[in-house]
């Protein structure tokens, strides 16, 4: 009787401990964590207050049981087997809790520290590295749960490590394009040729932003409003055009033809007044005009100027090729049609 009452005891001392070590807990964070700069250790408090009392909870629980095995006889094989089993689940939720307070730490700190870097460099590492990192930290920790969990139950962890180096050779030789995507990930990752949001060009035309860079394949959405899906593997194999890095500015291109004849700098005069009108050219480097070719039944003028995103260059080019139509008209520019002068020979 006496186990009994101590184990009852034990389970609401603890439940009122887990009271204690929660307010204790808030009072450090509202007269410590709440003078520092950063957002980590109250993030850190968060993920410990909202295990504290199950945590607590269980362990009291694993010790009452063992209390009360103690005042079961020792012919009753069935009570005994009962509490072997309660104990040994106990257990397992106690590690699984504690394996859950762990990720839930160790993905505050990956998060925390991929933001600070990603607000030194400007490169969205949260959502390029994040994923990918906090998979890693699942089955880490999730593996060292499982050999903790077999190692309190007498299974030769040796033999079951050997078995899965076998296990693990064979589903690499037959998963070689899974893996090589794997490590190609690794390496757009740490390379960084692109990262999300970009906009890049890939071979055979393909032009997309990247929306995710995932584990096996980078996702583009491309102008029609499609997910591309692509192997990373593929991704480090080919030449790749990044639009949005290193800057962000773009290079906006007009290419126009008028008539022989007309006075090139009047052309001039007119592109670089549309452009120093254009609200998206930016005035530095201040747009230029030239004056690029000779052709059959025109000369060319090319303007160039650049706008401070790639997203803003289809619709600047297209607002300024229609402003150029209708200022050549209005100052009466011709721009010509193709054509060719042929001589009739008459027939001697």
């Known amino acids: 009787m006496y186990h009994l009452i ?11 401990l887990s009271g204690v070590v929660r307010k204790t807990l808030r009072f450090i964070g509202r007269k410590v964590f709440s003078r520092t700069q ?10 410990l207050l909202a295990n504290v009392t199950p945590l607590m909870l269980i362990v009291a629980l694993h010790i009452a049981v063992r209390e009360v095995r103690k005042v079961v006889m020792p012919g009753d094989e069935t009570a005994g087997q009962i509490l072997d089993y309660a104990d040994s ?3 397992i939720v106690l590690v699984l809790l504690a394996v859950k307070i762990l990720v839930g730490i160790f993905r505050e700190i990956i998060d925390w520290y991929l933001e600070r870097i990603s607000a030194e460099g400007s490169i969205n590492l949260k959502m390029t590295l994040g994923p990918l990192t906090a998979k890693g930290v699942n089955i880490l920790v999730g593996l060292v749960a499982i050999i903790v969990i077999l190692d309190h139950f007498g299974v030769n962890i040796g033999n079951l490590l050997v078995s899965l180096g076998v296990g693990s050779l064979a589903v690499a030789l037959a998963a070689q394009d899974t893996l ?4 190609a990930g690794f390496v757009i990752l740490v390379d960084r040729p692109f990262r999300v949001g970009d906009r890049i060009e890939l071979a055979g035309d393909q032009i997309g932003d990247v929306q995710e860079i995932g584990l096996r394949s980078t996702k583009l ?16 194999k080919g030449h790749i055009v990044n639009y949005a890095y290193p800057f962000n500015q773009m290079r906006v291109v007009l290419k126009v033809g008028v008539a022989y004849g007309t006075n090139p700098e009047k052309v001039r005069a007119i592109l670089l007044r549309l452009a120093d009108a254009h609200p998206d050219i930016l005035k530095d480097p201040a747009p230029e005009v030239f004056f690029t070719a000779m052709d059959d039944s025109a000369i060319e003028f090319t303007l160039m100027a650049r706008v401070d995103a790639f997203s803003k260059r289809f619709k600047t080019e297209t607002h300024l090729r229609e402003q150029a139509y209708l200022a050549f008209a209005k100052e009466g520019i011709e721009i010509p049609f193709p054509q060719r002068v042929v001589h009739m020979k008459a027939n001697a």
């Open 221 to 236: 959405l491309n102008f029609d409003n499609n997910l591309i899906i692509i192997p990373n593997a593929d991704m480090v």
């Open 89 to 91: 689940l106990l257990y």
């Open 180 to 183: 090589a995507n794997m490590i």
């Open 6 to 16: 101590l184990a009852i005891v034990i389970v609401a001392v603890f439940y009122l």
């Open 38 to 47: 950063t957002v980590l250790d109250d993030k850190i408090l968060a993920v």
